[in-house]
């Protein structure tokens, strides 16, 4: 059977005030509507329709090739937008989901047992609805004594009994793709908003004598939607909760979790262990037997078994298992860390390889470089890799030795088991085994204190 879902995203969502259309704003390192789409390919639907109207170049920018769009010239309400979907529906038979672009939370297995139910009560139409303890705002569903729908009644038209009735309408439905064509050419704007409403579809097929059901969601947190910055608010610390308890659950420990943010996309291996001020975002994947943190950032990073990270940064790059980061330790992207390697305190690399068992252990500055195994980069060394117009690349070799505060004049190469003095500024290749010496001869002149310090009150300017 196909599924057809219509993601609707073409309102201007002025309550944000935001020059980025609403359903883009990020919850937990995600668009909201990326949330939405996720879950509906997670459910198995594979035709997922975008309506776009207001800043619509934004959200197929962000989409890309993976949706169908679909655009809504003027918002004239939600039945409108459903009706601009109708010609690329016409040819099928099935299900068509209709939900809103700013409902990140729903889950895919919310969308399963929607559709789930729809095909078992055999309905023209099934609503995803919510139970709340304060209803107030969201149109209620009014059911009949058989469980199944007799209508919606928003807040403004429902009476007293009507307002106490705790079950409300998600705004996201499930229907019979031919049922919902019929009910839109019935559709009409006779209100006093001059619109179309999709829940006026509803009550068409009911007034038909269609079935129209209801699937209430067994967290009713999941339907909630976002319209301003405090509802987005909420939403995000919702879900990551949610994501901080999976993860716990999965055999990881939060020393503080309330302190710990964890992306969706996030994975991270058992018997991990998160300090406080953490922040594990993107694509970043974390294996098993971990110490991260605290204080710690961690952007779009594979870091492999039994790893330490304290107090640094990490960004766009990859870790072998082993490895000692920290603290202070800013790794741009790029950079390619090999098993076992230490990156100490106050060290930058970028856009490096950094081979097994090597050690930078402090102070240092290794950019566009490839260092290779059991090398040791002293204390203050740094690689000078741009020259104003092309960053150029440093190699140094296996079993080598820079000694502290070493300048690496890029392009450069220091063979295997080499050694650099300390203090050296290198800027010729350094062949396998050698020792490199570049620096001025020491000079010492005895007794001379006292006369340098006359010239330079000499030279200090009258007050």
Request: with cysteine; proline share 3%; hydrophobic share 35%.
């Amino acid at each position: 059977m196909s599924i057809n879902a219509v993601v609707l995203a073409a309102g201007q969502g002025t309550r944000m005030k935001s020059r980025r259309h609403k359903v883009l704003h990020p919850v937990c390192g995600k668009p909201m509507i990326r949330h939405i789409l996720d879950a509906l390919q997670t459910a198995g639907i594979t035709r997922p329709i975008v309506v776009i109207g207001s800043l619509g170049e934004q959200v197929q920018a962000a989409l890309g090739d993976d949706v169908e769009f679909v655009w809504q010239k003027e918002q004239l309400g939600t039945g409108h937008a459903v009706m601009q979907v109708a010609p690329l529906l016409e040819s099928g038979a099935g299900i068509t989901l209709v939900c809103t672009g700013d409902t990140p939370l729903i889950t895919a297995d919310t969308f399963k047992n929607l559709i789930e139910l729809h095909q078992q009560k055999g309905a023209a139409v099934t609503v995803l609805s919510g139970l709340l303890d304060n209803p107030f705002g969201y149109g209620r569903i009014i059911r009949g004594d058989d469980g199944s729908v007799l209508r919606i009644v928003e807040e403004k038209d429902a009476s007293a009994e009507e307002k106490a009735v705790r079950e409300i309408n998600s705004g996201t439905y499930c229907f019979d793709t031919p049922s919902l064509l019929e009910a839109l050419k019935h559709l009409t704007n006779d209100n006093a908003q001059g619109e179309y409403y999709l829940t006026d579809c509803i009550d068409i097929l009911r007034r038909q004598g269609r079935k129209v059901a209801a699937y209430c969601a067994t967290d009713a947190d999941e339907i909630m939607g976002v319209n301003d910055r405090i509802q987005l608010a909420v939403v995000e610390q919702l879900l990551r909760e949610k994501i901080r308890r999976d993860h716990m659950r999965n055999g990881v420990t939060l020393l503080d979790p309330s302190s710990v943010y964890i992306d969706t996309d996030v994975k991270i291996g058992a018997d991990t262990v998160i300090y406080p001020g953490t922040f594990l975002t993107g694509f970043t994947e974390i294996g098993s037997g971990c110490e991260i943190g605290p204080n710690t950032q961690i952007q779009n990073c594979t870091l492999g078994d039994g790893s330490v990270v304290i107090q640094s940064v990490l960004i766009d790059s990859t870790f072998g298992a082993g490895v000692n980061i920290g603290p202070f330790a800013y790794v741009r992207p790029g950079s390619k860390v090999s098993n076992n390697v230490k990156i100490g305190d106050f060290v930058e690399v970028k856009n490096s390889t950094i081979g097994e068992g090597s050690k930078i252990p402090h102070l240092s500055y290794v950019g566009d470089a490839d260092i290779g195994s059991n090398t040791n980069i002293g204390c203050g060394t740094i690689t000078v890799n741009y020259d104003g117009i092309t960053k150029h690349r440093t190699v140094v070799g296996n079993n080598s030795f820079i000694g502290c505060n070493t300048n690496l004049v890029a392009p450069v190469a220091v063979g295997d088991n080499s050694y650099v003095a300390a203090g050296s500024t290198i800027t010729d290749h350094v062949p396998d085994g050698a020792l490199a010496i570049a620096r001025e001869k020491q000079v010492t002149k005895e007794g001379y204190k006292e006369k340098l310090e006359a010239k330079l009150r000499e030279r200090r300017p009258e007050k």
